[in-house]
């Protein structure tokens, strides 16, 4: 059974960077699922921040493309998350999760999610 | 963006009673390539991630109770408790996964009556 856990710190200077990492365990993040950031705030709601695939290849939210970055991590198998330019605004749960894939297809919901990292922005 | 909304914000229902929520998207989530709803929903309870319930708008995931129960087509979809238990009080989410950026709805919340 996969396994994901959010690792960084909960708190973050207003302009500086957000940094999270997802631990999976119980699967590869070389196999063909993808593998997305979410986050969650009770101004926006739940928001999908962008996904990575094989470590390599990446969509990302444009509304967050300019100062987001996904990378993995294969000899760990883990993927990473970094948010630039942050305020008050980024303060969210951040959840990472397995894309679902079925019938030889990978699709945008998510069958596994961890249990999520609150980040505030905060001086 | 394809944009979800849901009806109602909140609703409390009698244990054993149906629950019903409905969900749209800002355009059709049908996808002509293989004639499926690009379609999820899932279940939040407080301080836990979400649940996945439903995908392709009426696949029940492993595990998932058989009172969970989705339809719709295309931009209209409803989600259905066919008998309310305690332990589905929680906020229901339904997501589009049609296009990129995935998008969710704003969450309906279900409590006892």
């Known amino acids: 059974q996969v396994q994901l856990q959010e690792l960084g710190p909960g708190l973050v200077k207003p302009s500086g960077t957000l940094s999270l990492t997802c631990v999976v365990s119980?699967?590869?993040?070389?196999?063909?699922?993808?593998w997305s950031w979410v986050r969650q705030s009770p101004a926006k709601g739940l928001e999908w921040i962008g996904e990575?695939?094989?470590?390599?290849?990446?969509n990302y939210n444009p509304s967050l493309k300019s100062r987001v970055t996904i990378s993995g991590d294969k000899s760990k198998n883990q993927f990473s998350l970094k948010l630039t330019s942050v305020t008050a605004a980024d303060t969210a749960v951040y959840y990472c999760?397995?894309?679902?894939?079925?019938?030889?297809?990978?699709?945008?919901?998510?069958?596994?999610w961890g249990q999520g990292a609150l980040v505030t922005v905060s001086s | 963006d394809i944009v979800m909304t849901q009806s109602p914000d909140s609703l409390a229902v009698s244990l054993g009673e149906r629950a019903t929520i409905n969900c749209k998207s800002s355009?059709?989530?049908?996808?002509?390539?293989?004639?499926?709803?690009?379609l999820a929903w899932y279940q939040q309870k407080p301080g836990l991630p979400p649940k996945l319930l439903i995908y392709?708008?009426?696949t029940r995931e492993s595990g998932v109770p058989d009172r969970f129960s989705g339809s719709g087509s295309g931009a209209d979809f409803t989600l259905t408790i066919s008998s309310l238990q305690a332990e589905d009080v929680a906020v229901y989410y339904c997501?589009?996964?049609?296009?990129?950026?995935?998008?969710f709805g704003p969450g309906t919340k279900v409590d006892i009556k």
């Open positions: 999760a397995r894309g679902y894939c079925g019938g030889g297809r990978c699709f945008g919901n998510f069958d596994s």
């Open positions: 119980g699967d590869s993040i070389r196999s063909s699922n993808w």
């Open positions: 990575i695939h094989h470590s390599e290849y990446t």
């Open positions: 355009q059709s989530v049908l996808d002509s390539s293989n004639n499926k709803n690009h």
């Open positions: 392709w708008a009426s």
């Open positions: 997501q589009q996964y049609y296009g990129v950026p995935f998008t």
